[in-house]
């Protein structure tokens, strides 16, 4: 069975390629039948935060993505050691007493490209053994095949066959001189006890890989399956990085900005996939059925955006079509949080709620433009936007407006047939074009120049209101 994961360190906010990362592990496990693992990778003790914790949560879990298993790295320690120390006493690694008084535990020595500390290598076991009895600092360090012309190897599902010189790699740390075990040795010693069969990450985790075939290759574990996903860049070709780039990069920007959560989830997966068909707006059941690695590019793809705006436009056009083609009564819980969160009640007929999100939904690209240019459907004081106000203002139009809502106060029946008779009538007993009317009606119901069928628009509204509006235009 296909097991992946999504392991991401928490440092700070949920970054967009980290949750792009999760969204095609996902994809995968599903198409697959598969297991979706989340791992916290939290040894970094320094840098870990539990708001960063929390920012993980909330972020994966606004995407609407679920895992199937979920650890801490932290509570596995006990099983990375015991790894580390199999690995030793196969004789692929050794103590390295010089780091722990150069401070470069995980690069090694200073001054230079250095491969491996020769003297440790070739230091005895009884003298390695009787230092660190003795209570001397060391690294542990994986003896990486030397002099042999020997390569290693693997397969990338992205990037193909992928090959380096074992004389090209340092003999990187496993266990710091504290004992604590190095990203290398923790995150492999996890992968290969959790059975992943499949890790899906990020290209700037590319050249890690050889280290990692060496471990558990020494670990005599299967070797998962690699695929490296291209790098997420800003429009002038920076790596999208927090710390240079801020909120930009950050999930919850998007989320706060009134996206639904799908909407960006389809965003994610077409910066740097595609489906070989040109769809672009795609469902999640779509996605899951037309998810391949083969459909990954190699390329880095850019995440267009600007001091002045953060959001992608892409991702706005996209957010634009769920919102008026997905299923009305999935709008309802977010639009009424929308609602809630602006301060505007949230109205208790559900069939009028739906009806009305159906209604002006079309011409809307976040679900913030519900409260602010929807505002006239939820509440009576709303801001009239210039545009409107130049229909109103228009000949006759106000004079018309109020003469309607006198006529439509007189009449029993209020449906779009009978609105829209009195509206003809009475501009062809004055001698001006419905135009005139239509316009300036919708303008003082509405507070905009464009919306919906200004026939639909009235009974929205509502008889009491819509006769209010017009009546004080």
Known sequence: MVRVRFAPSPTGYLHIGSARTFIFNWLYARKTGGTMILRLDDTDVERNTDASVQSIYDGLNWLGLNWDEFYRQSDRLDLHQKSAW???????????????????????????????????????????????????PFVLRFKVPRNAGHKVKFADQVYGLQEKEADDIEDFALLRSNGMPTYHLA???????????????????????????????????AMPQFAHLPLLVAPDGAKLSKRKHGPVVSVTTYRDAGFLPHSYVNFLCLLGWSPKDNREQMSREELVAAFSFEGVNRSNATVNFSDADPIDPKALWLNSQHLRTCPVAELAEPVRAALTAAGLGVPYDEAWFLATIDLIRARYTTLHDFPAKG??????????????????????????????????????????????????????????????????????LSGQAVGPSAFHLFVAVGRERAIVRLKSA
Not at 100 to 105: C, R
Not at 390 to 419: N, Y
Request: hydrophobic share 40%.
């Open 187 to 221: 995150s492999c010693a996890d992968d290969a006890d959790l059975r992943i069969t499949n890790i899906v990450r990020g290209q700037d985790h590319l050249s890690n890989t050889f280290k990692h075939v060496l471990i558990f290759e020494a670990l005599g574990d």
């Open 375 to 444: 505002r006239a459907y939820f509440a009576d004081d709303f801001e009239m936007t210039p545009e409107a106000l130049v229909k109103l203002d228009a000949p006759q139009a106000r004079e018309l407006c109020r003469e309607l809502g006198a006529r439509l106060e007189a009449e029993t029946e209020f449906t779009e047939a009978s609105v829209e008779a009195s509206l003809r009538k009475l501009c062809e007993e004055r001698g001006v074009k419905a135009g005139v009317l239509i316009n300036g009606s919708r303008a003082a």
């Open 86 to 136: 199999a690995i030793y006493e196969k004789g692929m690694a050794y103590r390295d007493f010089t780091p722990a008084h150069q401070g470069d535990e995980e690069r090694g020595h200073e001054g230079g490209p250095w491969l491996f500390n020769a003297d440790a290598r070739a230091m005895s076991q009884e003298e390695s053994d009787r230092r660190a009895a003795a209570g001397e």
